[in-house]
């Protein structure tokens, strides 16, 4: 018998995936904040891999979106941002996995946007209080189709975006500062990593402003494509 619940619960959040017929349940959104060199100094925070380890924030699976869609430009912000990503998707459990077994967890990647309210996460941030006004917005998480690539560590793809055909921002997978093997380890000292499990692994330089009426394209070479499309404020 199934619960007696006082109304319905909302559907599991999932994805397509490229060349089946079943879509990916998702379980968790994690996020790797500044994993490039060149974003991080942007946002007037440069970090030191060599005394510093990754840090993440996180987002309710009741964020993400698919590609393709058009969202509102949310409330009570004057500068919403652009964030284009590699997703990284978990498709075994794991806990304390060393590098060397990192890729035993990998299902496969997807492009992803973090969509930002800029000013509100800057002002969180430069009073030392929470991420979550800032990046915990809803229809915030894009994500495109998964693409199955089971023990493939990407270490390489040119990564593109546009915004109303103007590039924004370009760079490569392999400027992160922490790789895909080393985000896996060190993640899973916190977590008890489980399928579905979706990692944002970083995002480069070039992030910046949309507006009402903006359509937002990106590409990761061998990943695939993402299309988002700002519609007005409600």
């Not at 058009?70 to 978990?90: D, Q, R, W």
């Not at 967890?105 to 000013?119: E, I």
Request: hydrophobic content about 35%.
């Amino acid at each position: 018998m199934s619960p007696n619940y006082l109304w319905n619960p909302p559907p599991v959040p999932s994805l397509p995936v490229r060349g089946s017929t079943r879509r990916l349940p998702v379980n968790r959104l994690f996020f790797v904040g500044r994993n490039y060199h060149a974003h991080a100094v942007e946002m007037g925070r440069p970090g030191d891999k060599a005394v510093e380890r990754p840090f993440y924030f996180t987002k309710s699976p009741q964020t993400l979106v698919e590609s393709g869609a058009t969202v509102a430009y949310p409330s009570e912000t004057a500068n919403y941002h652009h964030e284009m990503e590699l997703v990284l998707v978990i498709g075994k459990p794991g806990f304390r996995v060393s590098e060397g077994d990192a890729a035993s967890l990998v299902y496969g990647y997807a492009c992803g946007l973090d969509m930002t309210r800029r000013d509100l996460q800057l002002a969180a941030r430069d009073k030392g209080r929470p991420w979550d006004l800032g990046k915990d917005v809803e229809q915030s998480s894009v994500v495109s189709e998964i693409v199955p690539m089971p023990g493939t560590v990407l270490t390489q793809g040119a990564l593109r975006l546009s915004v109303n055909g103007q590039t924004r921002q370009q760079s490569d997978v392999d400027k992160l500062i922490w790789n895909i093997r080393e985000l896996i380890a060190d993640l899973s000292l916190f977590y008890h990593l489980q399928p579905g499990d979706l990692i944002f692994t970083g995002t480069p330089e070039g992030v910046g402003p949309v507006a009402a009426g903006d359509r937002i394209e990106g590409r990761i070479d061998d990943v695939g494509s993402i299309v988002l499309n700002i519609g007005p404020a409600e």
